[in-house]
Nanobody, 124 residues
Framework: QVQLVESGGGLVQAGGSLRLSCAAS????????MGWFRQAPGKEREFVAA????????YYADSVKGRFTISRDNAKNTLYLQMNSLKPEDTAVYYC?????????????????WGQGTQVTVSS
């Protein structure tokens, strides 16, 4: 098993930046492909970005492409999401997730492990 803990959320003005972190423990982090998802009130959880286990492949939702960057440091067992040019519609709880299929996945169901989430609020 792997335990995931997100941090770095907060309140930021539109156009600002935040960097989310996801610290992993309990298992071999590098064995897992990782993803970031978000969920706004009244909406379904949606895919944001994903990264392969050795960080050679990344994939982004169209809504964040060019503004967000996913990365990982396997030596530190940490996943990151750098968010720039934030918009009010980016407001949501952001979750990191891990899965062991070896593929880049954009739907929540195959992800085995989830963090508790961190709130990101972007004011206009």
């Amino acid at each position: 098993q792997v335990q995931l803990v997100e941090s770095g959320g907060g309140l930021v003005q539109a156009g600002g930046s935040l960097r989310l972190s996801c610290a992993a423990s309990g298992s071999t982090f590098r064995r897992y492909a990782m993803g970031w998802f978000r969920q706004a009130p009244g909406k379904e959880r949606e895919f944001v970005a994903a990264i392969s286990w050795i960080a050679t492949i990344t994939y982004y939702a169209d809504s964040v492409k060019g503004r967000f960057t996913i990365s990982r440091d396997n030596a530190k067992n940490t996943l990151y999401l750098q968010m720039n040019s934030l918009k009010p519609e980016d407001t949501a709880v952001y979750y990191c997730a891990a899965q062991s299929t070896g593929s880049i996945l954009t739907i929540p169901a195959p992800y085995n492990y989830w963090g508790q989430g961190t709130q990101v609020t972007v004011s206009s």
